[in-house]
């Protein structure tokens, strides 16, 4: 038991997923001043994130090497968030006649109307 | 599922403290709460006719430090549990302090943000992308100041509760939330600021 409660931890995994953490950070910033069209900025800048929240969650929430139930209990989490996500984005997709507010007003619309969309 | 269980015969049935398996619990929630709002802002962006680009009317410098400042106290309080597992009662408190300030920082920094866009007249209620801005990020800072509360209460207890046998048990749900809160503002700022 005290082995278990009072053993040294090596923390270089941590310092080493750290370092990961920051340099995907500049690396996201740096893409988004690309301006690159909205498909290929949104792939690339959620897949940065994902793999950032993976780093996190895997190293610093100690999920890698984690009991089973609570890989249970995410990956029911998971499900029910993807169904979250589904269903109303594929009921506004099905109502397009709601397409039709303008999301900003003002200075932000004419910031929003320069670039490209 | 059964077999991690069965390798551990000790384990009474989850293998997991309670307290674990509460926090995640917890954090399921939390999880849904902030999915909700992360759907709310796509059928709003793909419903709309035009979307502001994050670097056109956010301040992405800004953003990015806060980013650095969040990932930076996610370290610190693993640090603290670390210490807090190795019964290491200053190193601890030294973490902890640290992880607190840093969060102070990153809710000076938003406040800063908040601050400039008053000044320029924009409010929630100004546009759907303030209306979304302003909820997410508003909802995140909430998270920071109930995680400020928890780790002050935390450091405060570790005065004369350091050497209570569940205390790094603490130290590491205080953690998993913490590292959650991190997460979602891994998320949130490419998602409002970057795209």
């Not at chain 1, 940065?48 to 090497?65: E, N, P, R, S």
């Not at chain 2, 992405?60 to 969040?70: A, D, I, K, Q, S």
């Not at chain 2, 603490?170 to 409002?192: Q, T």
Request: hydrophobic share 55%; charged share 10%; aromatic share 14%.
């Amino acid at each position: 038991m005290s082995e278990q409660t009072a053993h040294a931890h090596d923390i270089r995994p941590y310092l080493f997923v750290f370092g990961a953490l920051l340099v995907l950070t500049v690396v996201t910033v740096t893409v988004s001043y690309l301006h690159l069209p909205p498909g290929p900025a949104i792939a690339l800048g959620l897949a940065i994130a994902t793999i950032k929240a993976a780093l996190v969650a895997a190293f610093f929430m100690h999920l890698k090497g984690e009991r089973a139930i609570i890989y249970g209990l995410i990956a029911i989490t998971v499900f029910f968030l993807i169904v979250l996500f589904v269903l109303p984005i594929t009921d506004s997709n099905w109502t397009s006649s709601r397409r039709v507010e303008h999301a900003a007003v003002g200075a932000q619309a004419e910031a929003a109307e320069a670039p490209a969309r | 599922m059964s077999t991690a269980v069965a390798a551990h015969p000790d384990a009474p049935t989850s293998g997991v403290t309670n307290a674990k398996l509460g926090i995640w619990l917890f954090l399921a929630s939390e999880v849904m709460l902030f999915g909700t709002l992360f759907t709310t802002y796509l059928v709003l962006r793909m419903g709309a006719a035009s979307w502001p680009r994050g670097w056109d009317v956010l301040n992405v410098p800004m953003g990015m430090v806060n980013t650095f400042v969040l990932i930076t106290s996610s370290v610190t309080i693993l640090l603290a549990y670390v210490k807090a597992s190795e019964k290491n009662k200053s190193g601890f408190q030294l973490y902890m302090g640290l992880t607190i300030l840093l969060s102070f920082a990153f809710l000076v920094i938003k406040g800063f943000e908040y601050g400039a866009h008053f000044a320029h007249g924009e409010f929630p209620s100004t546009s759907i992308f303030n209306a979304v801005y302003f909820t997410m990020t508003g909802l995140h800072g909430f998270h920071v100041i109930c995680g400020i509360i928890v780790n002050s209460g935390l450091l405060y207890l570790s005065g004369e509760d350091f050497e209570h046998p569940l205390f790094a048990g603490r130290v590491e749900g205080a953690g998993l939330y913490w590292h959650f809160v991190d997460i979602v503002w891994i998320f949130l700022f490419p998602a409002l600021y970057l795209l």
